[in-house]
Nanobody
Framework: QVQLVESGGGLVQAGGSLRLSCATS????????MGWFRQAPGKEREFVAA????????DYADSVKGRFTISRDNAKNTVYLQMNSLKPEDTAVYYC???????????????WGQGTQVTVSS
């Protein structure tokens, strides 16, 4: 079992930046594909970004490409999401997740954090 705890959410004005962190504990971190997802009120949870175990491969939703960057530090068992040029439509609860398969599908992720709220004001 692996535990995930997100932090770094908050309120920011449009055009601003936030950096989310997801600290993991439990099983060895490096084999896991790590993903970030988000869920806005009344909407389904959607894929944001993913990073491979080594950090060599990344994937992004079209809506965040060029603005968000996912990274990981396997020595610290932590994955990050740097969010720049934030827009009001980025407002959501952001979740990190761990899985064994390279996927944008939330069903392929086995472990989830509790989420952190990101609110972008216009």
């Amino acid at each position: 079992q692996v535990q995930l705890v997100e932090s770094g959410g908050g309120l920011v004005q449009a055009g601003g930046s936030l950096r989310l962190s997801c600290a993991t504990s439990g099983r060895t971190f490096s084999p896991y594909v790590m993903g970030w997802f988000r869920q806005a009120p009344g909407k389904e949870r959607e894929f944001v970004a993913a990073i491979s175990g080594s950090g060599g491969n990344t994937d992004y939703a079209d809506s965040v490409k060029g603005r968000f960057t996912i990274s990981r530090d396997n020595a610290k068992n932590t994955v990050y999401l740097q969010m720049n040029s934030l827009k009001p439509e980025d407002t959501a609860v952001y979740y990190c997740a761990a899985g064994y398969f390279w996927s944008q599908n939330k069903r392929n992720y086995d472990h989830w954090g509790q989420g952190t709220q990101v609110t972008v004001s216009s």
